[in-house]
């Protein structure tokens, strides 16, 4: 018996194929996944949605995401001495601070939002002037109106 029918060898190919598809759709459905949250990432620091900073980011990044100076984001953190941690993540900056990283986003959230505030005021948009011309209901010669 140290043979295997042929049938037998069918039911294992059979059985290893499915296995093979199950994992290959899983593994289609986590890159989908990813990339829609890739996308949804992107899109929020594009747009500079101060929800977007993340634990694994520097504050050199930030500075150069949010347009706001390196300085101003070290000293909304107190940290008196940037220059040794210029490439540090916030998560190596929180465990400095003894804070959590969470603690870490929202200061700085708060600290751009409020260099926003101070230096880039909200300006209200202008209204969009009309330079297509409306057609009137007017009578025209013929009759027929527009």
Known sequence: MDML???AKLRLLLLL???MLGCLAFTTANTLQA???FQS???AVKTEDVNAIHPWMSIHVISH???????YLYSSLNISNPGTFHHATLYDLATHSR???DQVIRTLRYAI???RKEHHPIVPPIPLRHTRRQLSPTPTPG???Y
């Not at 995401?65 to 300085?71: C, G, N």
Request: hydrophobic content about 25%; aromatic content about 10%; charged content about 20%.
């Open 5 to 7: 029918s042929e049938r």
């Open 17 to 19: 194929l499915l296995l």
């Open 35 to 37: 990339a829609q949250n």
């Open 41 to 43: 990432q992107y899109s």
């Open 65 to 71: 995401l949010y347009h706001v100076p390196e300085d």
């Open 99 to 101: 804070q959590s990283p």
């Open 113 to 115: 939002l409020k260099y």
């Open 143 to 145: 009759g027929t109106q």
